[in-house]
T-cell receptor, first 114, second 111 residues
Framework: AQSVTQPDIHITVSEGASLELRCNYS??????LFWYVQSPGQGLQLLLK??????LVQGIKGFEAEFKRSQSSFNLRKPSVHWSDAAEYFC????????????FGTGTRLLVSP | DSGVTQTPKHLITATGQRVTLRCSPR?????VYWYQQSLDQGLQFLIQ???????AKGNILERFSAQQFPDLHSELNLSSLELGDSALYFC??????????FGQGTRLTVV
């Protein structure tokens, strides 16, 4: 069955430093992959998605992610973190029920230190 | 603003009661999805409706039901509520082949 693992529950990064959030998935075929961000008291906002094609995907707010089939990974990166990036980040994969019925990881909470 | 509107934002109710959560999808989106976010289960897909018809069912309890009306808004009905039903319930909508856009959620607290 499809599953997503986000091994880091919390990550603290200094403002201006680079960020990488890890995501590993389990899926039988080429997956549809997503990264969402949830700010306190807010809904889920899509940062970026991978359907096919170029394995390096650009998203909003300066985020990017790289799909690596050999490692079953879809890690999220940002070269320079801003205090406003503090939030919870969720990786998701298309679930067994098909497109947009997503299976989410447990999330990684990003803390940004001054 | 995603364009998906959920009401109410917060709901507090007692065990055994029934509540209805409402979702208005983005203009033109025919698909509506319901998700539950709880501390112990994380984010889980519950159910999808497409143009008024149930399209897919996930981990939705029998005490829960949903429907989508001709104007495409959707309601999630939760009955015989238990403490463990306390969660954030999200609605999302999408058009054919596009990603889903999520609302801000309804936080349900069962006391």
């Amino acid at each position: 069955a499809q599953s997503v693992t986000q091994p880091d529950i919390h990550i603290t990064v200094s403002e201006g430093a680079s960020l990488e959030l890890r995501c590993n998935y389990s899926y039988g075929a080429t997956p549809y992959l997503f990264w969402y961000v949830q700010s306190p008291g807010q809904g889920l906002q899509l940062l970026l998605k991978y359907f096919s094609g170029d394995t390096l995907v650009q998203g909003i707010k300066g985020f990017e992610a790289e799909f690596k089939r050999s490692q079953s990974s879809f890690n999220l990166r940002k070269p320079s973190v801003h205090w406003s990036d503090a939030a919870e980040y969720f990786c998701a994969v298309e679930g067994p029920l098909g497109f947009q019925k997503l299976v989410f990881g447990t999330g990684t909470r990003l803390l940004v230190s001054p | 603003d995603s364009g998906v509107t959920q009401t109410p934002k917060h709901l507090i109710t007692a065990t055994g009661q029934r509540v209805t959560l409402r979702c208005s999808p983005r203009s033109g989106d025919l698909s509506v999805y319901w998700y539950q976010q709880s501390l112990d289960q994380g984010l889980q897909f519950l159910i999808q409706y497409y143009n008024g018809e149930e399209r897919a069912k996930g981990n939705i309890l029998e005490r829960f039901s949903a429907q989508q009306f001709p104007d495409l808004h959707s309601e999630l009905n939760l009955s015989s509520l238990e403490l463990g039903d306390s969660a954030l319930y999200f609605c999302a909508s999408s058009s054919q082949g596009s990603e889903a856009f999520f609302g801000q959620g309804t936080r349900l607290t069962v006391v």
